[in-house]
């Protein structure tokens, strides 16, 4: 089975603070994304990476940045936390051309 | 813009019942379309996926149908159970030069004894 781990399930942080979360995928997945799932909005997509050391933004990239040095491993980064940024964090893994699959989600909590 | 979107926010059905949860897109180059399903305190999951050159797909109980005509994308499930209880998303591909997934707001499905 596929596995994508978040390394958090849950996450209080202050406003200002430097955020990381991380990802994890076991199956070799090229494509990586993070999403931010709020309510009433769907996911959105916040970035996504289709090899190493390779990103694109997604579609609400503001705030957020990411890191790809390993196939595996894709991280996202919050530069300055904002409250604004409280939310459910998704990360995802894929094969070209097929479905997504999702890590459980991390819930940060910006005070 | 143009957006994945859902025809109603929230489904009540009755077990044993059918449901049926509608999705609308507008950009008529999307080629890949996935639904997932979404329990309380969990990352969403697969559920099945169709390509733009088909327009029905079945499952285990549950078949996702395309029209492209009208941009137009249901999910059906039968004899809908308990466990079926869940958000449910669309996503589309919007070209395959991208590769990446938007999804819909999602749909609530309730299902009452």
């Known amino acids: 089975d596929v596995k994508v781990t978040q390394s958090s399930r849950y996450l209080v942080k202050r406003t200002g603070e430097k955020v990381f979360l991380e990802c994890v995928q076991d199956m070799d997945h090229e494509n990586m994304f993070w999403y931010r799932q709020d309510p009433g909005l769907g996911l959105r997509l916040i970035y996504f990476?289709?090899?190493?050391?390779?990103?694109e933004k997604g579609d609400i990239p503001e705030g957020y940045s990411v890191s790809r040095e390993k196939k595996e491993r894709f991280s996202l980064i919050l530069e300055s936390a904002s409250t604004n940024q409280t939310s459910m964090y998704l990360c995802?893994?894929?094969?070209?051309?097929?479905?997504?699959?999702f890590g459980q989600g991390t819930r940060l909590t910006v005070v | 813009g143009e957006s994945v979107g859902l025809h109603l926010p929230t489904l009540s059905v009755q077990e044993g019942d059918n449901s049926i949860i509608n999705c609308a897109y507008s950009?008529?180059?999307?080629?890949?379309f996935i639904w997932y399903k979404q329990e309380s305190g969990k990352g969403p999951q697969f559920i099945i996926d169709i390509r733009s050159n088909m327009d029905k797909r079945q499952g285990q109980r549950v078949t996702v149908l395309l029209n492209k005509t009208v941009k137009h994308l249901s999910l059906q499930i039968a004899a809908t159970q308990p466990g079926d209880s869940a958000v449910y998303f669309c996503a589309e591909r919007r070209s395959y030069n991208t590769d990446k997934l938007i999804f819909g707001t999602g749909t609530r499905l309730q299902v009452f004894p």
């Open positions: 990476s289709y090899d190493v050391k390779m990103k």
């Open positions: 995802a893994s894929r094969l070209m051309s097929t479905e997504a699959f």
């Open positions: 950009n008529s180059a999307s080629d890949y």
